[in-house]
């Protein structure tokens, strides 16, 4: 996916040199180019992000193609990498030329895909050698890193000069930071996979030769690039170091789960790696179903838009049998792309879960949740909300009570604009700021529970070693006869009349 930042082109000004161009009966002739059978075939190579950090500076394109082939005489060492619509994800590509036995770079001329100005004749690009005749002061490569920087010229050809000459007229030049991906990085890789299905777990713990001091730590809870203190804590603590890469074990709690790794680069910069998990196991022995519910959706709907109706899609509920009131909803999404054609949902072949701790009637939190919709532009999309924000962050319960939800006569309602959207991949280009999107504006975020809760049938009862609850969830400490009741043992929960 591509995202843009904003920027606006400077006019330049004119610059002559001397360079002939040919016609042919196909268009254009470039004397620069060599001819294609002295390459390979293009292969894949690499993704990367560019940068235009010349003198028009701000424009940015993410996850551009990359694709590379070599000379066919093995005494050639030259090869040539393709950027593939380099020109912010559109247009044409870009060809560049790099000999390693000089570290000369050259840009090909060749067509910059706009050929209907001035009399239809075309565009063109180049590189500062070709286009000024002297060595290049700008362009490198830096095979460790991975970071390409090359000096790029647009131009028109054979314009009036205003000197009554004709010369080569640019258009705007500078120079192009390519960073690609897949070469040195100085972080851990986590060989698992967002979403799992059982709390034990083994995986492979990858890195390569060039990161020191590495160690890694599991959090049961959602951490993120913003948490600061949580990650010097764990830097600090180093308890799990790692010399290699090798296997580990861990276990998971239920819900959001966060591995942390730790490793610097050449220059001792810390360089933080998070791998956010969520485990949702198949878990019959300590969830009972309720039945139906109707799960009212007023989040991802309401993206880009102020004027929508919230949508309402029934779904099997489920409580925790230790835990009267700790609710989860099965699939809670996996309806909405029939409704919204611009979602997808990526969760496909497995059961995910929403988890919703109402134990506490008027202190609902809805936990961290990954939806597995994706938006065609927005991209990945996880939920959360204010309640478990202000918890995650240590903040004290008078500074988020306001923003929790309540569970009365069977309903859970959120307050508006207390559930959160994360959306990652949209908000890349602004590094590592967490920006939360908080909707729920219409107030109509609800569950509504099956109507008889956690049991089928109502019994007379009154045990003095049970606990009992009203239907709202509520603790009864002195029940009255003929109060209906959900009686808590340890032989299970019922509703029953005392």
């Known amino acids: 996916m591509k995202r843009l930042l904003i920027a606006a082109f400077a006019a330049l000004a004119s610059v002559q040199a001397s360079s002939a161009f040919e016609w042919d009966e196909t268009g254009y002739y470039y004397p620069e180019q060599e001819p294609d059978n002295i390459w390979t075939e293009w292969e894949p190579f690499t993704t990367c992000d560019i940068e235009w950090s010349g003198i028009n500076q701000g424009f940015w394109s993410y996850d551009v193609e990359v694709k590379k082939r070599v000379s066919v005489d093995p005494e050639n060492h030259k090869w040539q990498w393709c950027f593939v619509k380099q020109w912010l994800g559109s247009g044409a590509d870009v060809i560049v030329e790099y000999d390693p036995d000089n570290n000369i770079f050259r840009i090909p001329v060749q067509r910059r895909g706009v050929n209907n100005v001035w009399d239809g004749e075309p565009h063109l690009l180049t590189d500062w050698r070709t286009y000024y005749g002297t060595d290049d002061p700008y362009s490198s490569w830096d095979p460790v890193d991975g970071i390409l920087k090359i000096f790029e010229i647009s131009f028109y050809p054979n314009q009036d000069l205003g000197d009554g000459t004709f010369g080569n007229k640019p258009t705007y030049y500078g120079t192009h930071n390519i960073y690609m991906h897949g070469f040195v990085k100085y972080d851990v890789n986590f060989g698992i996979s967002e979403l799992v299905d059982s709390f034990n777990q083994k995986l492979k713990v990858d890195f390569t030769t060039h990161p020191t001091d590495i160690s890694w730590e599991l959090v049961n809870d959602l951490v993120l690039p913003t948490d600061t203190v949580l990650i010097d804590r764990i830097a600090l603590d180093k308890k799990n170091p790692m010399t290699e890469p090798g296997e580990i074990e861990i276990t998971l709690k239920e819900g959001i789960n966060s591995l942390v790794g730790i490793s610097y680069d050449k220059d001792k910069k810390r360089v933080t790696s998070i791998k956010n998990i969520y485990c949702m196991p198949e878990d019959r022995e300590n969830w009972k179903k309720l039945g139906t519910g109707i799960f009212t959706e007023d989040a991802l709907t309401g993206l880009g838009s102020d ?6 899609m029934n779904v099997e509920i489920e409580e925790n049998v230790n835990r009267p009131g700790f609710y989860r909803i099965v699939d809670p999404y996996r309806q909405l792309p029939a409704t919204f054609g611009e979602f997808n949902y990526e969760h496909s072949g497995r059961t995910d879960y929403m988890y919703i ?50 569970l009365k006569e069977g309903v859970i309602t959120f307050p508006g604009s207390s559930i959160g959207v994360r959306l990652p991949e949209y908000t890349k280009a602004l590094g590592n700021k967490d920006i939360i999107y908080w909707v729920n504006r219409n107030d109509k975020f609800t569950i509504e529970l099956p109507v008889l809760s956690s049991v089928s049938e109502i019994e007379v009862s009154g045990t003095p070693e049970a606990t009992y609850y009203n239907l709202q969830g509520a603790r009864v400490a002195n029940p009255s006869k003929g109060d209906v009741l959900i009686e808590v043992s340890e032989n299970g929960s019922r509703k029953v009349v005392f």
Do not use: Q
């Not at 004027?307 to 309402?312: G, I, M, N, Q, R």
């Open 307 to 312: 004027d929508w109706h919230p949508l309402s």
């Open 357 to 406: 701790d109402a134990s506490r009637p008027n202190e609902v939190v809805l936990k961290a949740y990954a939806t597995g919709i994706r938006e065609n532009e927005l991209g990945k999309a996880f939920l959360t909300s204010a309640a478990y924000e202000g918890k995650r962050m240590g903040k004290l319960k008078p500074e988020y009570i306001d923003y929790c939800g309540k």
